[in-house]
Nanobody, 127 residues
Framework: QVQLVESGGGLVEAGGSLRLSCAASGRTFSSYNFGWFRQAPEKERQFVAAISGSGGSTLYTDSVKGRFTISRDNAKNTLYLQMNSLRPEDTAVYYC????????????????????WGQGTQVTVSS
């Protein structure tokens, strides 16, 4: 199981951009699928985006399509989430999550599919 550490969160005005990073330990990074989830105060954790081990498959929740891009650099053991055109409703703690094995397509949206989680990074978008 990989250890995950997120960074890159912060305060940004609506319409601005942030890039989140998730650094992973271990030598089998490319064998893991990864997801980004977010949790706003008093709300359940929700799926944002996911990417397969090779990076060839991605998945997004509808509200971020066209604004967010998930990517990975297997040589650097790092996962990214580029967030553009940010909105106040994007405010949340963002978590990266890992899951080894085959790409499970739409099931990658489910929290329970992941067995490794980072500590989270706060993203706050002001109006």
């Amino acid at each position: 199981q990989v250890q995950l550490v997120e960074s890159g969160g912060g305060l940004v005005e609506a319409g601005g951009s942030l890039r989140l990073s998730c650094a992973a330990s271990g030598r089998t990074f490319s064998s893991y699928n990864f997801g980004w989830f977010r949790q706003a105060p008093e709300k359940e954790r929700q799926f944002v985006a996911a990417i397969s081990g090779s990076g060839g498959s991605t998945l997004y929740t509808d509200s971020v399509k066209g604004r967010f891009t998930i990517s990975r650099d297997n040589a650097k053991n790092t996962l990214y989430l580029q967030m553009n055109s940010l909105r106040p409703e994007d405010t949340a703690v963002y978590y990266c999550a890992s899951r080894p094995g085959v790409w499970m397509r739409d099931r990658q949206k489910e929290n329970r599919m992941y067995n490794g989680w980072g500590q989270g990074t706060q993203v706050t978008v002001s109006s």
